[in-house]
């Protein structure tokens, strides 16, 4: 029974093209978490929301837009896609949101833009 | 701006020898740091942490020394395994605030049977 699932888990798309990821913990954790893994490999974090609130956005483009129906839940939807949207993306959870114990991530999506 | 750092992209060790995987920080406020583990296709899953007010913690077979001085920490993997092969992150947490975790760009260790 998976923790954090991600769907899907491949994504190719052309540019110009708008797409979501979708995000689910079954953890009951309160704090979500959008994070980027690019070519040059750091996780950089885009986004955290604390039952159904942001708290975190870091510099993204606004063409990012993550939505959260519930504390359960932290989609990501992206407009008009760039090649340089091109990366791994992962979703996270914890309890609290300074995570001392640790987040427990999904099996990221892997987004090709072409 | 790269606040946790893994200068080593990759490490090679023979199974039985000991790993050592080094991280260095910037910055002075983080309180928390935690290794992770991660596997190809697969999200990075949680190992080991240690607070800033600890030098050393240490679980099974691994074990995570913290010198603040020297902004700079080890996670050393006795015996290694070849099921240890996979990237290790380093992360850190900021003590003030819901920041979430900062992570540096992995190791890549393979234990060599």
């Known amino acids: 029974d998976t923790a954090v699932s991600q769907t899907p888990k491949y994504l190719v798309t052309q540019m110009g093209n708008d797409k979501s990821i979708k995000c689910e913990q079954n953890?009951?954790?309160?704090?979500m978490y959008w994070y980027k893994q690019d070519s040059k490999k750091f996780l950089k974090i885009m986004f955290s929301?604390?039952?159904?609130?942001?708290?975190i956005n870091e510099t993204v483009p606004n063409r990012f837009s993550p939505k959260s129906p519930d504390k359960a839940h932290l989609n990501l939807h992206i407009n008009s896609l760039e090649l340089g949207d091109s990366a791994v993306y992962f979703c996270a959870s914890s309890q609290g949101g300074r995570g001392s114990e640790g987040y427990t991530f999904g099996s990221g999506t892997r987004l090709t833009v072409v | 701006d790269q606040q946790v750092k893994q200068n080593s992209p990759s490490l090679s060790v023979q199974e039985g020898r000991i790993s050592i995987l080094n991280c260095d920080y910037t910055n002075s406020m983080f309180d928390y740091f935690l290794w992770y583990k991660k596997y190809p296709a697969e999200g990075p899953t949680f190992l080991i942490s240690i607070s800033s007010i600890k030098d050393k913690n240490e679980d099974g077979r691994f074990t995570v020394f913290l010198n603040k001085s020297a902004k700079h920490l080890s996670l050393h993997i006795v015996p290694s395994q070849p099921g240890d092969s996979a990237v290790y992150f380093c992360?850190?947490?900021?003590?003030?605030?819901?920041?979430?975790?900062?992570f540096g760009k992995g190791t890549r260790l393979s234990v060599i049977a």
């Open positions: 929301y604390n039952n159904k609130e942001l708290i």
């Open positions: 953890l009951g954790h309160d704090t």
């Open positions: 992360a850190a947490r900021l003590w003030t605030g819901n920041t979430p975790l900062v």
